[in-house]
């Protein structure tokens, strides 16, 4: 069965950086796009941003553009988010999640558990 | 502020038919499909319908979609307990490049 496994969450202080890890299981890993979607404490869901299936074509919102990196290792399995200087606006839990399409982005069928992310002195 | 607004609420009784509304522009909705999550309390969102009216196996009939110009609607009839969770709509926007999701519509059900 697919499984998304989030990882690397934690208490980070303001400015400093943290990589999240989501490893991929059940299902052919480079034939999907991935995404990392957040969401604050009692807020709505922000998509953050898309690994296209193709691995190359990276999509980022324009509130973590410039500092926030979205990448894969195809021989491991897992999706990663390189997130630098990092504020309070960034707390939320942030979800891996995997996309259905291969024409146009958005149809999210799976979804991991989600990884706590705290920026907080 | 999400550039896709759903009303923040909604709410009916067990049995009724509720609609919650998504409106956009002719850069997402206008131009791609429409898709629609549900959030149970302390879960994961689940896709509810994608491609603007398709459901994936696991929901029934009683949820359904559709998609007009540039706003779209998500009905749920035979409202049932179980169904009280916030309902987001997302939709792929051409001019940001990146999803959008709506605000949210938190449904109570009486």
């Known amino acids: 069965q697919v499984q998304l496994v989030e990882s690397g969450g934690g208490v980070v202080q303001p400015g400093r950086s943290l990589r999240l890890s989501c490893e991929a299981s059940?299902?052919?890993?480079?034939?999907?796009?991935l995404h990392w979607v957040r969401q604050a404490p009692g807020k709505g869901l922000e998509w953050v941003a898309l690994m296209w299936y193709d691995g190359n074509s990276r999509f980022y919102a324009d509130s973590v553009r410039g500092r926030i990196t979205i990448s894969r290792d195809n021989s491991k399995n897992t999706l990663y988010l390189q997130m630098n200087s990092l504020s309070a606006e960034d707390t939320a839990v942030y979800y891996c999640?995997?996309?259905?399409?291969?024409?146009?982005?958005?149809?999210?069928?799976?979804w991991g558990q989600g990884t706590q992310v705290t920026v907080s002195s | 502020q999400s550039v896709l607004t759903q009303p923040p609420s909604a709410s009916g009784t067990p049995g009724q038919r509720v609609t919650i509304s998504c409106s956009g522009s002719s850069s997402n909705i206008g131009n791609n499909p429409v898709n629609w999550y549900q959030q149970l309390p302390g879960t994961a969102p689940q896709l509810l319908i994608f491609s603007n009216n398709q459901r994936p196996s696991g929901f029934p009939a009683r949820f359904s979609g559709s998609k007009s110009g540039t706003s779209a609607s998500l009905a749920i009839s035979g409202l049932q307990s179980e169904d009280e969770a916030d309902y987001y709509c997302a939709a792929w926007d051409d001019s940001l490049n990146g999803v959008l999701f709506g605000g949210g519509t938190k449904l109570t059900v009486l």
């Open positions: 999640a995997r996309d259905m399409s291969r024409v146009v982005p958005g149809a999210i069928d799976y």
């Open positions: 059940g299902f052919i890993f480079t034939n999907y796009g």
